[in-house]
């Protein structure tokens, strides 16, 4: 797990981001609202638990985590003092035929990424241009994509356990990767699927952001 700081002020308040697979503090660069600390996690090779003593003591932690960032926050979000928890896009079971993606799409997208040298299939939906917007962070390795691709697909097999407090849910109507109807199934008896209009993407939506902060 990488951390990127993009703010790091003292703020009372801390907006966490716990990015999917393959991405870079890029996707969320355009969202540090002023009067918030801003810490963003990828690249995850690992994963730990984080703490109030590794993070420091805030008033108020937010939470949103997309894609496979729902279900490492799971895993490693869960001591955390949350103030929300908002999961974009995405289950704490990615890699499954109900509730997130069907296994053999997993498997297309590694082959599809060692054929194209590491170009990421996703971005070929209809909002490539907002998918990984450009940025000062370089993008990554394409073996190290596949390698964190194997990883996170074998680990959520091997570590099913959830737990976190999920207070919403934002399902895109217009996913390309985890389908629409795998989220609502899994969301929606619990109360907390919210649609939006989005692909996969959905920091092309700052509003889901901005929107749950408290003034």
């Not at 974009?88 to 296994?103: A, E, H, I, K, S």
């Not at 976190?164 to 907390?192: C, S, T, V």
Request: proline letters at 8%; glycine letters at 6%.
């Amino acid at each position: 797990m990488q951390q990127f700081w993009l703010r790091k002020e003292g703020n009372r308040d801390l907006i966490l981001y716990m990015l999917g697979w393959a991405a870079t503090p890029n996707a969320i660069n355009h969202i540090c609202p002023a009067g918030y600390d801003v810490l963003a996690i990828c690249n995850y090779t690992d994963i730990h638990p984080l703490t109030s003593e590794e993070l420091g003591e805030y008033r108020r932690i937010y939470l949103f985590a997309w894609s496979f960032g729902v279900w490492v926050s799971e895993q490693a979000c869960r001591h955390l003092p949350l103030y929300k928890a908002i999961a974009l896009n995405g289950t704490p079971y990615p890699v499954d035929d109900r509730y997130g993606m069907r296994l053999r799409v997993v498997l297309r997208t590694m082959r599809s990424l060692a054929r194209n040298g590491g170009s990421n299939p996703a971005a070929e939906s209809q909002d490539a241009e907002r998918y990984m917007p450009d940025g000062p962070y370089p993008d990554r390795d394409p073996l190290d994509k596949i390698a964190e691709l194997q990883n996170l697909s074998a680990w959520c097999k091997e570590n099913p356990t959830i737990g976190l407090k999920w207070d919403k849910a934002y399902i895109g109507d217009k996913d390309e990767i985890f389908p629409p109807d795998n989220m609502r199934a899994y969301w929606e008896p619990l109360g907390l699927g919210t649609a939006f209009s989005s692909y996969h993407y959905p920091f092309a939506h700052p509003e889901v952001v901005l929107n749950e902060l408290d003034a």
